[in-house]
């Protein structure tokens, strides 16, 4: 049996918001098969990792917490991926930013104010545009592929994390383990919902994605972003400088992880430690993706994501399900929606062994 | 009755069809042994997809191929060149970073050794009297000569039936009577050959027979000697051909538009530089500039459109202004407004609406944006009205820019930028891939958009269609300009020498050029 | 001193080039026929994973390899299967396919973690194997001289063979050699195969050779170095055994300043040297060649035949 390929006349809308949806399902599907093969309760599984975050109200706020980075992030990175700029560095971005405005933290430990939190936010954002800045240098300057650069420096800032915690920024009061102080109150995201874990960064995550929905659907720039991704010579015939989109994608991206990173440190955290790295910055390109680089659409892909963040826990605990298969759970979605994703522009026909010749 | 003669190939019935479209509808035909057969269509009639089903690309849904009396399934292309099928491509199936050995190997099928291989190209280049070097890399050929690998590509599988695809777009008036000889050569052998065009006084010169397509079927045969280009024209587009309307006597305003002394420094392994060239066009003129392709054009429609800006600012001038050092947006903005050659990609983002495309190019001048918001409503107003205008088949300003054909696109690039009321148009291949319908459209819309008094350079490998349309024209040449001619006092040997015709002696050429640059 | 010190060193330099120099020439491989997999990390953790944990089970290392080579070429068709057959884009299912390997490895390795295998053996007697001087020649795992060997038969297979003239063809205009009649996609799934294959290889030299035991992430981005390694070699694989080994050096510099507590800088740096002089690497390399890339012209690009 062949697959043959037909090319629609013009791309499916129904499918360009249906796949995302199958990709889901079929993760569910194809993940209950695979961990009962395996010798998992499958079933389960998948209902503890998809369903059971969802049907507990108290685990609603978790979600919140989880998804807020997720989206940050998964919206910068859409700006890029979106102008063909593949920006896969996002946690070493998102470390930069928290460690950015952990250094605002720290030098003003002690001081009261309300302008220290801004502050902070402030240097998360310029620290993790700054980080990405390196490989917008590289790429615009040097021609370096920014997929690799990216990506090296993010294990540079993960040794950059190290350094720090082991060696000037350790608290000196904290018994010789590698963390900073904490912070204090002024420096600590407030919650916005009294008795509940959702800090500031949670609303603040969805009015980034609406900012961003609006700018890349009705400004020039947004087009620019689009037209330069999508056809980098008809974007030069329009008027449009390739290497200041390059700059100006990385820097978005960069900066939200770094806010990101920031909100992270100053919200759930509290202070700044080596186990800061949670990968969110990897996870949300599968946010991206499964978002269709569309900032509404990377809101519903955040929340899923933070679904399985949060069920994967509770399987963990509940069902002994190895931390590992959140990780694979995730991955798979982003398989499946690849592969649906050709339903898009392509009609598939089965075709028969009489014509193989045209297929291969 | 099998002492008969019997034709070298025989299609019966062969149909194929295409998600919306019928490429084929039952085409009948047959070419005889050491036969030249002209298959002759307008682009988008079916010529392309049905020689792909004689070399084995792609198959039919229906009907039969008969070789030399034997029905035959071709599976692919390394059956055609066994049965005896070598094909010549229009776009040449050619691999720029490997040599010319290599490029042959490749469509050998049996194994050979490079020395066995090398000494049977160079009989073959012998046998033809042709001019190819077996060491040289692709990418540094001329576009003849790539077309002489594709040709003795074929000619070493002693082929039985051999197939041009369009060869001669991109050869100089001297280059295509070269290949004439060729294959008249290789015709006497008894070879057929199938010879696809839409140029008929070619046709008319080489093809004992012919073959007409229109929308995927056969409409008539002829025999091209018999006819004249006009008939087989109104056969091809099934109508009568439409002339420009220009106005007798053309009045010309000031000089608008100057190129002086713009020189840009080659780059990359492909591409040509600018040397010093020099033109001017006037208010109300249509200026041509020819050429074959690959010697520049490219980068001077970038230079001259302010995709690649250059210096000195005043190597290129609009009215006053000195406009080199500017980029796109400023010159669109004081009225230059260019076509490039590639519509899907460059003169259009395929992915987009019509509507988006409209805010690529229009989004100053015709307010579609301001404050770095884009106004989706005026825009699509626009796109609308170009759809009216030129009269774009389409389902409206909405769908996208790639579910058109290549001449609705065209069209609608076109009046994009027209509607845009240039001070200047730089417009590169205005009707490469379209048909005639929309070619005549474009061909009138420009000569009225020069009445009005803009100042329009056109830039075109077709001699035919420059000078139609140019008032003057100058010829480009390995990146230089030749002097200007005045269209209707220059003859078509003067302005094919001026294209590098003299190819294969570079002590010609470059004296040649050397003439044209002391005028 | 020679023994003592230098020795060593290049022991260790040839243990920290070997995988990268594997995983780098499948996807040379890979690359040349026009096709970039992106998910090298993932199908090496996917390799090191499957041939440790058959190893520890079978207790036999050569069956062990065998099994990572189908287990990391698996992975690879079903990359092939998104981007050939259903034209993904292929940064995207790279990336997809590292993270699904980094995720799949944690948890197929569970069990393995903490467990240790006989190291490989050597082909050659004691005599030399343990000799204390002639060991920088003779003492290696087999998989080393498997790795001289696989540049030797790659270089030959690209430059001479008229399979390897297909293979460039297909990578330097895919639509030029569909059009006389070369299946493109055939060719690349067999070449995407192969460099799974590679890279399944070359993860075992960590879970088998070098550590050996199996932790999660056990490659630590080495994959992304060996991608990086494929564009400093500008496609050749004689430039890629060149680069190996310097990136080895450069790997093995850390591990031996930490030995000699060598205390100037903080060990973090030099953990991150890889990388940086990747970065450096790479900026070096494609400054020079500006406008000329030797970057097989399709690259990247998802075949797709007019009609």
């Not at chain 1, 963390?179 to 874990?197: A, E, G, Y």
Request: charged share 15%.
């Amino acid at each position: 049996m062949l697959i043959e390929l037909e090319k629609r006349k013009e791309p499916s809308k129904a499918m360009l918001y249906l796949t995302p949806v199958i990709a889901v399902v079929a993760t569910m599907l194809a993940g209950a098969i695979i961990f009962s093969l395996i010798g998992h309760d499958g079933f389960g599984a998948v209902r503890k990792i998809f369903l059971a975050p969802l049907l507990d109200t108290y685990k609603w706020q978790d979600l919140g917490v989880k998804a807020a980075p997720l989206i940050l992030i998964g919206v910068g990175l859409a700006i890029g991926f979106r102008a063909n700029v593949w920006n896969i560095g996002a946690e070493g971005q998102y470390i930069m930013g928290g460690l950015a405005g952990t250094g605002v933290a720290l030098a003003t430990w002690g001081m009261t104010g309300w302008w220290i939190l801004p502050l902070m936010c402030i240097a998360g954002i310029v620290g993790g545009a700054a980080y990405a800045g390196i490989p917008a240098f590289l790429k615009t300057r040097l021609n370096v592929n920014e997929i690799l650069s990216s990506l090296m420096l993010t294990y540079v800032a993960i040794q950059v994390l190290y350094y720090l915690m082991r060696g000037p920024w350790k608290d000196p009061d904290g018994f010789n383990f590698p963390q900073t102080r904490l912070f204090t109150d002024d420096q600590i995201l407030p919650t916005v919902i009294p008795s509940t874990v959702v800090h500031l960064g949670v609303p603040l995550a969805f009015v980034v994605a609406i900012a961003a929905w609006f700018v890349l659907s009705r400004s020039v720039f947004g087009f620019q972003i689009r037209v330069v991704g999508a056809a980098p010579a008809a974007a030069r015939y329009g008027g449009f400088n390739t290497n200041k989109t390059i700059w100006a994608a990385l820097l978005a991206g960069g900066g939200l992880a770094g806010f990101a990173g920031i909100l992270e440190a100053a919200g759930p955290f509290g202070q700044m430690v080596p186990q800061f790295p949670t990968g969110y910055g990897f996870t949300a390109i599968i946010v991206a993706f499964l978002g269709r680089l569309h900032p509404i659409g990377i809101v519903l892909a955040g929340i899923i994501l933070a679904v399985t963040y949060v069920g994967g826990e509770l399987a963990q605990s509940s069902i002994g399900l190895p931390a590992a298969a959140t990780g694979v759970f995730q991955a798979m979605m982003l398989f499946f929606l690849l592969a649906t994703d050709v339903l898009v522009k392509y009609r598939i026909r089965f075709a028969s062994a009489a014509k193989a010749g045209d297929a291969a | 009755m099998s002492n008969d003669i019997k034709p070298r190939i025989e299609l019966k019935g062969i149909t194929k069809a295409f998600p919306g479209v019928l490429a084929n509808d039952a085409v009948s035909f047959k070419v005889e042994p050491g036969e030249i057969h002209a298959l002759l269509g307008e682009n988008g009639a079916g010529k392309s997809t049905l020689v792909k089903m004689i070399y084995g690309i792609m198959q039919p849904d229906a009907g039969e191929i008969v070789w030399d009396g034997e029905p035959v399934m071709v599976a692919n292309p390394k059956a055609a060149r066994k049965m005896g099928v070598g094909m010549v491509f229009q776009h040449f199936s050619l691999f720029e970073a490997m040599t010319v050995l290599e490029n042959i190997a490749l469509g050998m099928d049996g194994s050979l050794s490079q020395s066995k291989l090398e000494e049977k190209i160079r009989e073959v280049l012998h046998t033809y009297d042709l001019k190819l070097d077996p060491h040289r890399i692709v990418s540094t050929l001329s576009v003849g000569e790539r077309q002489r690998i594709e040709i003795v590509r074929a000619l070493l599988l002693e082929p039985q039936l051999l197939i041009m695809d369009e060869p001669t777009s991109v050869l100089t008036p001297q280059e295509v009577a070269q290949l004439f000889e060729t294959l008249r050569r290789l015709s006497k052998t008894g070879c057929s050959i199938l010879y696809i065009s839409h140029k008929l006084h070619e046709i008319r010169d080489l093809c004992e027979a012919a073959t007409i397509l229109r929308g995927g079927k056969v409409v008539g045969e002829c025999d091209p000697r018999k006819e004249t280009p006009t008939s087989m024209a109104e056969m091809m587009i099934g109508g009568n051909l439409k002339q420009i309307s220009k106005a007798a006597s053309r009045e010309f305003g000031d000089d608008r538009f100057i190129a002086d002394g713009l020189t840009i420094a080659g780059q990359g392994d492909f591409g040509v530089a600018l040397d010093d060239i020099c033109f001017t066009v006037r208010a109300g003129e249509v200026f041509g500039i020819a050429g074959v392709a690959g010697n520049g054009q490219n980068e001077l429609l970038l230079a001259l459109s302010g995709e690649e800006p250059s210096s000195p600012a005043d190597a290129i001038r609009l009215d006053s202004h000195a406009i080199a050092e500017m980029d796109a947006v400023g010159r669109r903005n004081l009225g230059l407004c260019a076509v490039p050659e590639e519509r899907n990609g460059h003169g259009a983002v395929v992915d987009f609406s019509l509507t988006d495309n409209t805010i690529l190019t229009a989004r100053d001048r015709m307010e579609l944006s301001s404050n770095g918001i884009v106004y989706g409503g005026a825009a699509r107003t626009f796109a609308g009205q170009v759809i009216d205008d030129f009269a774009v088949k389409t389902t409206g300003p909405g769908s996208l820019a790639g579910s058109l054909s290549g001449g609705n696109l065209q069209k609608f690039i076109m009046g994009r930028e027209i509607l845009q009321n240039p001070e200047v148009l730089i417009v590169s291949q205005p009707t490469w891939g379209v048909d005639a319908g929309a070619a005549a459209a474009i061909h009138q819309a420009l000569v009225d958009l020069a009445e009005n008094g803009s100042a329009i350079l056109v830039i075109s490998q077709d001699l035919d269609e420059l000078l139609a349309l140019c008032d003057r024209l100058a010829v480009i040449n390995e990146g230089r300009l030749s002097k200007t001619l005045n269209v209707g006092e220059a003859t078509i040997d003067e302005i094919g020498l001026l294209m590098g015709g003299v190819h294969g002696d570079p002590f010609a050429t470059a004296e040649m050029t050397e003439a044209v640059h002391a005028h | 001193m020679t023994e003592s010190l230098l020795i060593p060193i290049i022991m260790t330099i040839v243990g920290a080039a070997t995988p990268i120099l594997l995983a780098a020439l499948g996807e040379l491989v890979v690359e040349k026929s026009g096709v970039l997999n992106l998910g090298l990390e993932g199908m090496m953790l996917i390799g090191a994973v499957t041939g440790f944990a058959v190893t520890a089970t079978t207790g036999y290392a050569p069956l062990g390899v065998v099994a990572a080579m189908i287990a990391a070429a698996a992975s690879a068709g079903l990359f092939g299967f998104l981007t050939l057959t259903l034209t993904a884009n292929q940064v995207a299912t790279g990336l997809a396919l590292t993270i699904f390997g980094i995720g799949l490895s944690a948890l197929a390795g569970e069990n393995y973690v903490g467990q240790t295998v006989d190291v490989f053996g050597s082909v050659f007697p004691a005599a030399l194997a343990e000799h204390p001087v002639l060991r920088v020649i003779f003492g290696y795992s087999p998989l080393v001289y498997v790795s001289l060997l696989l540049v030797a038969a790659v270089s030959w297979f690209l430059r001479k063979s008229r399979a390897g003239l297909i293979l460039r063809a297909v990578g330097e205009s895919d639509l030029s050699a569909h059009s006389i009649g070369y299946s493109v996609i055939g060719v690349r799934y067999m070449a995407v195969l192969f460099g799974g294959a590679m890279a399944g290889i070359a993860g075992c030299f960590y879970s088998l050779v070098l550590t050996p035991m199996w932790a999660e992430q056990l490659t630590a981005g080495r994959g992304w170095i060996a991608l990086a390694l494929v564009v400093f070699a500008g496609w050749r694989p004689m430039r890629l055994l060149l680069g190996a080994y310097l990136f080895g050096a450069v790997m093995t510099l850390e591990l031996h300043a930490k030995a000699a507590g060598f205390s100037l800088v903080a060990p973090e740096f030099l953990a991150a040297m890889p990388y940086l002089a990747t970065i450096a690497v790479l900026a070096i390399i494609s400054a020079r060649k500006t406008g000329k890339s030797l970057a097989p012209a399709c690259l990247g690009k998802p075949f797709k035949p007019s009609s």
